[in-house]
């Protein structure tokens, strides 16, 4: 069944362990790390992560939006994430790959992450060396509330493809925009896990709108 992680990046940030409870029927956490240079926008880091764990046995899918994010990895790790992702246009291949060696050496879960402009092709080493989760953006990274970018419906449909050839195993996750109506064509396209910040908490019935999302 597919996997519903709400984006915390859409919560109210003085009411965060509320708005945390408030989602406990998805299956995982999705944490939104921004740092104002490989995006325009600020969120949240370490220190928060680590409130979040000691609040919550939810998986705690961390999402880096930074620069050179090998710098981050052991904090991250140590802070509690079960998963990090690295975007493959925050740094050179080699470094993206010594972070990626990192969290396994770590025993984190390993996810890379593609911007829109990003070919589909450009994840096969990654998935050759073995990662645990490839996660495409449907949206330009760096806010919640946008729509969703139907032109990236054919790369899930690829990576879906690419996984299954070389990396049986890797979850595909889409990030961006999703609602009941894109979620239904994210599964289409062979998603495995479904981020979704404003169509869970701007909903009345938030386990409602998280069960429609999972179809
Ligand atoms: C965007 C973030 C997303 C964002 C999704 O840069 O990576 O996770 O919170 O928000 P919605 O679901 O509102 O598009
Ligand atoms: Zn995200």
Not at 13 to 28: M, N, P
Not at 124 to 147: A, C, K
Not at 152 to 178: F, H, N, T
């Amino acid at each position: 069944m597919t996997k519903i992680a709400p984006s915390i990046l859409s919560a109210d940030f003085c009411r965060l362990g509320e708005d945390i409870q408030k989602v406990s029927s998805a299956d995982w956490l999705h944490v939104d790390v921004m740092d104002g240079m490989f995006v325009p926008n600020i969120s949240i880091g370490v220190p928060v992560v680590k409130s979040i764990r000691a609040h919550t046995d939810m998986f705690l899918d961390v999402h880096l939006m930074v620069e050179k994010p090998g710098r981050y990895v052991k904090a991250f790790s140590q802070a509690g994430a079960d998963l990090l992702s690295i975007h493959l246009e925050a740094d050179m291949p080699p470094a993206l790959h010594a972070a990626l060696d990192e969290m396994e050496a770590l025993g984190v879960k390993k996810g890379i992450v593609l911007r829109p402009i990003t070919a589909p092709e450009a994840v096969i080493p990654y998935l050759q060396r073995g990662v645990d989760l490839v996660l495409v953006m449907t949206v330009e990274p760096g806010f919640g509330g946008q729509s969703f970018m139907a032109d990236q419906l054919p790369k899930i449909s690829a990576l879906r493809a690419l996984i299954d050839q070389y990396c049986p195993g890797c979850l595909l996750e889409v990030d961006g925009g999703v609602n009941v109506e894109t979620a239904r064509l994210c599964r289409q396209a062979g998603a495995d896990v479904l981020v979704a910040g404003s169509a869970v908490y701007g909903a009345a019935d938030i386990p409602a709108a998280i069960a429609a999302l999972r179809g």
